[in-house]
């Protein structure tokens, strides 16, 4: 016969675990990260929906055709607040063109484009920045007019600094001190340097990071500075690319990255920091290799994996909400199309992890493919907007793109329809899950 003793004893050791998985769970969910700081806690998406304003504002400064070298189209879509007020929008391949409206040469009710010019193909610059008032509403286009015709506000690059072709997409932008502990302030804008690919890399082939300086309130663009240079890497698909968010928290900026494999659908994030004022300052520059902060880029060790059900998409934003850390991707990993129909989060208490997810799902609206199939319409790189978070939720853009057939980019498509090529608008809700 079993002693009473014992049986207690086993029953208390198994309440006593009990107690310390319920402890250590609720430290999970609930983890201060500072002194005095708000508690880290679980969050998932809780609701969306449409943030409508922002869209129609968008789509009738693109429809105006008071000027023809100014923004009608774009992705990218990262914005900054300017010190006066004002915002700045961020925006990778541009349309400059005329837009008529229906209908359009395929009889269809859209608005389409036309070249500026007259005849032949809309015109097409890598990269553009377009001024916007306190409300976000567009009303000014920032491009560099040259005697060839209008070109991206970031110059190519020169033959002797890369490959024929090569080109600048800006990606997050911040203001800070010139230097540290300065009055004066100035803008930086983190670009990704591409060159011409093909295959995996019919969007371009990534080669490196550079922080672009621009002084304030002009706006004037003062110099562009290579950070951790990923060129020497024979793989294309190993080269990080840094900026797709930047977020400043203490003393810090930090900034994500992402590689593109070409052989899995899902890429890995990457984490760099550095101290504020010094983001032109390739010196400054630390990488998390996954114990401690390296000068080497090449030590950098990813934050979140592709482990086949986790895992980024080619872009993807990282905000703070409360005192938790929260990432919004492209559900690459989830498999069946929802790399390019849906939206997923992670959450974590510090900034290079653990990530906890995917959580909760997006399926934002998106418009019907003018050939009829709605799966060849994309929605990617959602970007979060904290500065027009309120009462409503957190303002999340994404952009809109169709695909030609496998390999090929539709041109001729988000010509027809100038709705497929141009942001939209959420507010997301999020949770405690």
């Not at 950098?300 to 934003?317: E, I, K, M, Y």
């Not at 939206?343 to 290079?352: D, K």
Request: aromatic content about 8%.
């Amino acid at each position: 016969m079993r002693s009473p003793v014992g049986r207690v004893s086993r029953r208390t050791a198994a309440l006593a675990a009990l107690l310390v998985a319920a402890v250590a769970a609720a430290l999970l969910v609930a983890v201060p990260t500072g002194r005095n700081a708000a508690p880290c806690t679980a969050r998932t998406i809780a609701s969306w929906t449409p943030e409508t304003r922002l869209t129609h504002a968008f789509a009738r400064y693109g429809n105006d055709n008071s000027r023809l070298d100014d923004w009608t189209g774009g992705d990218g879509t990262h914005s900054v607040r300017l010190p006066d007020g004002r915002t700045l929008w961020l925006f990778s391949d541009t349309f400059l063109d005329r837009i008529q409206p229906p209908p359009n040469p395929k009889g269809q009710p859209h608005y389409w484009r036309t070249r500026a010019t007259g005849g032949g193909p809309p015109g097409l610059i890598r990269n553009s920045l377009v001024l916007a008032g306190r409300s976000g509403r567009p009303y000014d286009t920032l491009i560099r007019r040259t005697p060839a015709g209008p070109a991206g506000y970031f110059p190519d690059l020169p033959r002797s600094a890369g490959p024929a072709g090569a080109w600048r997409w800006p990606v997050a932008a911040r203001v800070e001190p010139r230097t540290p502990g300065s009055s004066v302030r100035v803008l930086r804008v983190l670009l990704w340097n591409r060159a011409p690919g093909t295959g995996p890399w019919l969007f371009g082939e990534p080669r490196t990071t550079e922080v672009a300086t621009l002084s304030l309130p002009r706006l004037r663009l003062e110099r562009v500075t290579t950070v951790g240079d990923r060129t020497p890497a024979a793989d294309p698909g190993t080269r990080v690319l840094y900026g797709t968010a930047a977020v400043r928290y203490g003393r810090h900026t930090y900034v994500y990255g992402n590689d593109a494999p070409a052989d899995r659908p899902a890429g890995r994030a990457y984490l760099a920091r550095v101290p504020a004022g010094r983001l032109a300052d390739p010196r400054a520059w630390r990488y998390w290799d996954g114990h401690g902060w390296r000068t080497d880029p090449e030590r950098a060790a990813p934050v979140l994996r592709n482990d086949g059900r986790r895992g980024v998409g080619s872009a993807f934003t990282v905000v703070r909400d409360g005192g938790t850390w929260v990432l919004f991707t492209m559900d690459a990993a989830g498999g069946g199309g929802r790399g390019l129909a849906t939206f997923t989060s992670y959450w974590s208490c510090t900034a290079q992890g653990p990530w906890h997810g995917p959580n909760g799902e997006v399926t934002p609206p998106r418009p019907p493919d003018p050939a009829g199939s709605p799966e060849r319409t994309a929605v990617y790189n959602p970007q979060a907007h904290p500065e027009f978070t309120g009462r409503a939720g957190l303002l999340l853009s994404y952009d809109v793109n169709t695909l030609g057939p496998p390999g090929t980019a539709a041109t001729g498509a988000v010509n027809d329809d100038v709705s497929l090529y141009r942001p939209r608008f959420l507010r997301v809700r999020l949770t405690t899950g």
